[in-house]
């Protein structure tokens, strides 16, 4: 699996847009890019994910670059209760390949 | 929303005692999955299974058990908890082909504390 760079933390004011970054030099042809979130203590929650094109679903959207190199993550008005830690992941897709997961983007949206 | 429920939501229990965490899907999912996650830290992945009867362990050592008897259930054993398996649980199931193959759905967590 190709290996992902996410800022460590991130700040955003509430009702703005928050951009999550993530860079994947090395992904491949077949890998998809995955966006999960965490928030204190719960489960992880699945976003979104994407091949080439950028996807757009009642949560959020991204954003890949035309090589593929890098992606972001939009939600479009952030709320408080998206402050959470945020994984990109990079893998092959279908249940037969396994997520990995990073340290992630902590997310704190300010009043 | 997805439909996986882990119990019990907390434990604590003293050192030497066998335990088991349970985890439960209605999905019909045939992937289901266990991570465990320190406070502050990475998830990583302890067990996973493909179906019944099949279960293979993860990327990170882990000295519980699991088993998949039914497809809806993926219980996580340890036979005799020692302060070191202190840490949160997380199960989670797929299914799918393609992209949508990695989207995994997760439970609560269990807290475990052990004394």
């Known amino acids: 699996d190709a290996k992902t760079t996410q800022p460590t933390s991130m700040d955003c004011a509430e009702g703005r847009a928050a951009n999550l970054p993530c860079n994947h030099s090395t992904i491949s042809g077949n890998e998809y890019v995955y966006w999960y979130r965490q928030i204190h203590s719960q489960g992880p929650q699945y976003i979104i994910h994407?091949?080439?094109n950028n996807e757009t679903n009642e949560m959020a959207s991204l954003i890949i670059t035309e090589d593929r190199k890098s992606s972001t993550l939009i939600l479009p008005h952030a709320t408080l209760r998206d402050t959470a830690v945020y994984y990109c992941?990079?893998?092959?897709?279908?249940?037969?390949?396994?997520?990995?997961f990073g340290k992630g983007t902590l997310l704190t949206v300010n009043p | 929303e997805a439909d996986i429920y882990q119990t019990p939501r907390y434990l604590v229990i003293g050192t030497g005692k066998k335990i088991t965490l349970e985890c439960s899907q209605t999905?019909?999912?045939?992937?289901m999955y266990w991570y465990q996650q320190d406070p502050g830290m990475e998830l990583h992945l302890i067990h996973y299974?493909?179906?019944?009867?099949?279960?293979e362990k993860g990327d990170l050592s882990s000295e519980s058990t699991v088993s998949r008897i039914r497809t809806e259930h993926f219980p996580l054993t340890l036979e005799s908890a020692r302060p070191s398996h202190t840490s949160q649980y997380l199960c989670?199931?797929?299914?799918?082909?393609?992209?949508?193959?990695?989207?995994?759905?997760f439970g609560a967590g269990t807290r475990l504390s052990v004394l």
């Open positions: 994407g091949l080439k």
């Open positions: 299974s493909y179906g019944v009867n099949s279960t």
């Open positions: 992941i990079v893998t092959r897709g279908g249940s037969n390949y396994k997520l990995t």
């Open positions: 989670a199931s797929s299914d799918g082909s393609g992209g949508r193959g990695n989207i995994q759905y």
């Open positions: 999905m019909g999912h045939d992937k």
